[in-house]
C-alpha cells in the first residue's frame, strides 16, 4: 500500500513539474534553462511535499518517510533538468543530428567545420548562450568592452584544467584512434594571437 502511494505522490509530482515547467518557458522569462528548470523542480517538489503532508489519503506515511520522498524529488527534478533541457539546448550532438536531418539527412564530413563555424554559432546565438550563462553564474564580468574572469571564474577555471588534465580518459576515441588531445586542448595554442584583454581585471575580480 505504501509503495502504490509512493508511486501515487510521485505521478503527483511529475505533473505538477511539468505544468510548472510548460508555464514558466511559454509565460515568464527565462535567463538561464538549466537554472529555470532547477527552480521549476525545487517549487514542483515543494507544492507536491505540501499535498503529501496536508492530504488524509498520504497519511500512511510518517514524517521521516514524507521527508524521504521530498528529497527524491528535489534530486530527480536536478537530475531532470540536467538530463532533458539543458542537455538539447546545449548539446551540440544533438544539434548534429537535427542538421544532417535538416540537410536531408546526410552532409559531407570534409563540410562539417564550415557547418560548425558558420551555421551553428549563428543559428544557436552561441556566444550570446554562453557568456549571459557565465555572467548570471558571476564568473566573468564585462567592462568596456572586455570579458573578464571574477575569482569565482578562476577558481572554477583552475579545477577545471586540473580535473581535464588529470582525471579525463588519457586513450579516448576520436574518429578512429585512440588520443590524450581532449586533456590538454590548448597544447598547440599560439601564444599570443592578439585579442587578449586585461583592462580592470584586477578591479572586477571579485
Given amino acids: 500500500m505504501k509503495i502504490q502511494k509512493a508511486l501515487i505522490a510521485t505521478v503527483i509530482f511529475v505533473t505538477v513539474l511539468v505544468v510548472i515547467y ?11 534553462v538549466f537554472y529555470a528548470a532547477i527552480v521549476d523542480g525545487i517549487l514542483a517538489a515543494v507544492i507536491s511535499g505540501l499535498i503529501l503532508y496536508f492530504f488524509k489519503y498520504f497519511s500512511i506515511f510518517n514524517s521521516f ?21 539543458t542537455v538539447i539546448d ?45 555572467l548570471e553564474s558571476g564568473t566573468i564580468v564585462i567592462e568596456d568592452g572586455c570579458v573578464l574572469l571574477t575569482e569565482k571564474g578562476e577558481n572554477i577555471a583552475t579545477f577545471g584544467r586540473y580535473f581535464r588534465q588529470n582525471w579525463l580518459p588519457k586513450q579516448r576515441l576520436l574518429m578512429g584512434e585512440y588520443s590524450a588531445d581532449l586533456t590538454d ?11 587578449e584583454c586585461s583592462l580592470g581585471k584586477k578591479d572586477t575580480m571579485k
Fill in 65 to 85: 518517510e514524507k521527508l524521504l520522498l521530498f528529497f527524491i524529488w528535489v534530486i530527480s527534478a536536478y537530475t531532470l533538468a540536467i538530463s532533458v533541457p
Fill in 185 to 195: 586542448p590548448f597544447q598547440a595554442s599560439v601564444s599570443s594571437v592578439g585579442y
Fill in 90 to 134: 546545449r548539446s551540440l550532438s544533438f544539434y548534429i543530428l537535427e542538421k544532417l536531418q535538416q540537410r536531408g539527412g546526410g552532409i559531407k564530413q570534409d563540410s562539417f567545420k564550415q557547418v560548425f563555424t558558420e551555421e551553428y554559432v549563428k543559428e544557436h546565438r552561441l556566444m550570446d548562450v554562453r557568456l549571459t550563462e557565465q
Fill in 22 to 32: 510548460y508555464l514558466h518557458i511559454n509565460f515568464f522569462k527565462v535567463d538561464v
